[in-house]
């Protein structure tokens, strides 16, 4: 059963903008925060930016802040990754997360960008940066 469908990938030039899209079903559908997260050749897959659901509360790692913007349509259950100003360093494999409830304080944000805090993953969408 299909939970997270992301698309939206390609090639780009350095300085161009792509916007990624996820399709959520399922227990996807009614997460308790989102996030995108991507992972570079030879490199660990790293938290790109957060949504929690209920209050709407945004977290961007440093890299990407002022770049790049999470947005989720409610209504069509689907989650947006609007990035702007590519560089050949953003160039990796993107995935959506879901969280389907919180342990602890996980939802203070202190660690948003730690993997296992999402219970569902996508599949990726590759996302190529040219110079």
């Known amino acids: 059963q299909v939970q997270l469908v992301e698309s939206g990938g390609g090639p780009v030039q350095t300085g161009g903008s792509l916007r990624l899209s996820c399709e959520a079903s399922?227990?996807?559908?009614?997460?308790?925060?989102m996030a995108w997260f991507r992972r570079a050749p030879g490199k660990e897959r790293e938290g790109v930016a957060v949504?929690?659901?209920?209050?709407?509360?945004?977290y961007y790692a440093d890299s990407v802040k002022g770049r790049f913007t999470i947005s989720r349509d409610r209504a069509k259950n689907m989650l947006y990754l609007n990035m702007n100003s590519l560089k050949p360093e953003d160039s990796a494999m993107y995935y959506c997360?879901?969280?389907?409830?919180?342990?602890?304080?996980?939802?203070?944000?202190?660690?948003?960008?730690?993997?296992?805090?999402?219970?569902?993953w996508g599949q990726g969408t590759q996302v190529t940066v040219s110079s």
């Open positions: 997360a879901a969280a389907l409830y919180f342990e602890d304080d996980q939802d203070d944000g202190a660690s948003w960008y730690e993997e296992y805090e999402y219970h569902l």
């Open positions: 399922g227990y996807a559908a009614n997460p308790v925060s």
């Open positions: 949504l929690y659901i209920a209050t709407g509360i945004t």
